[in-house]
């Protein structure tokens, strides 16, 4: 169990731009790395049950999507509750957070 909390403790969770109130739930979304798009999230009370469901989704997509690594769908997690409706609305954001998960996904690839 404490091999569990010290890797959810090294977990990146992105946080929303300036002034945007955030709760206390972090989420975990998917980003279509393919299609440059971000699927609604599930929302969970801490960290830990946030990165064991991350992990889960990461290990499905790897068992239903046929691509190379770097263009499987990207769990993660962030603490804005309203991201998908963000990055429709703010442009910069939404180019800002692609880029960081692009580069995520990148260096996925170059693991395996």
């Known amino acids: 169990m404490s091999g569990e909390k ?3 403790s090294r977990a990146r969770v992105y946080a929303p731009p300036e ?3 955030v709760d206390s739930k972090v ?3 998917v980003f279509d ?3 440059e798009s971000f699927l609604p999230g599930k929302p969970f009370d801490n960290v830990e049950r946030a990165v064991q469901y991350q992990r889960h989704e990461q290990e499905r997509i790897y068992s239903e999507q046929e691509a190379e690594p770097e ?3 990207l769990p ?3 603490s804005d509750p309203d991201l998908v409706a963000r990055v429709e609305r703010d442009a910069e ?3 800002r957070l692609s880029r960081d998960l692009k580069g995520d996904a ?3 690839g170059r693991r395996h």
């Open 76 to 78: 993660f997690l962030s």
């Open 6 to 8: 010290v890797r959810a």
């Open 93 to 95: 954001y939404r180019k």
């Open 33 to 35: 790395v393919f299609h």
């Open 106 to 108: 990148r260096s996925r």
């Open 19 to 21: 002034g945007v109130a």
């Open 71 to 73: 263009l499987f769908d």
């Open 27 to 29: 989420h975990v979304y």
